[in-house]
């Protein structure tokens, strides 16, 4: 499974970006994918995940409301949707995916994740 993220950039506060993150390699019907993040000095945290199946999607808490995941069965496409974004936004964005289908109570776990993307930068000015 390969795994391309896209889409980073830098936006002022209070902007918005969609990071990409092209899946190939496998069918993915039982698959997990989520997104993670790493800000500077700070350990890689959570951000939001979903199953492909649609039966599953879960967020961080810090950006709830904010950020919106999804997929396209087509294009074998995984989208983070970030808007509202504050510098506190600002990090490395990772995709990753799992083959089986997570729950919320395990989805938020980097350690359930067999494949990673190569990380795509977001920088938010204040």
């Known amino acids: 499974v390969q795994l391309q993220a896209s889409g980073g950039g830098l936006v002022q506060a209070g902007g918005y970006l969609r990071l990409s993150c092209a899946a190939s390699g496998r069918a993915f019907s039982t698959y997990t994918f989520a997104w993670f993040r790493q800000g500077p000095g700070k350990e890689r945290e959570f951000v939001a995940a979903l199953r492909w199946s649609g039966a599953m999607t879960t967020y961080a808490s810090s950006v709830r409301g904010r950020f919106a995941i999804s997929r396209d069965r087509v294009e074998n496409t995984v989208y983070l949707q970030m808007n509202t974004l504050t510098p506190e936004d600002t990090a490395v964005y990772y995709c990753?995916?799992?083959?089986?289908?997570?729950?919320?109570?395990?989805?938020?776990?980097?350690?359930?994740?067999?494949?990673w993307g190569q990380g795509t930068q977001v920088t938010v000015s204040s």
């Open positions: 990753a995916a799992a083959p089986r289908g997570l729950i919320t109570s395990s989805a938020p776990r980097g350690d359930n994740y067999d494949y």
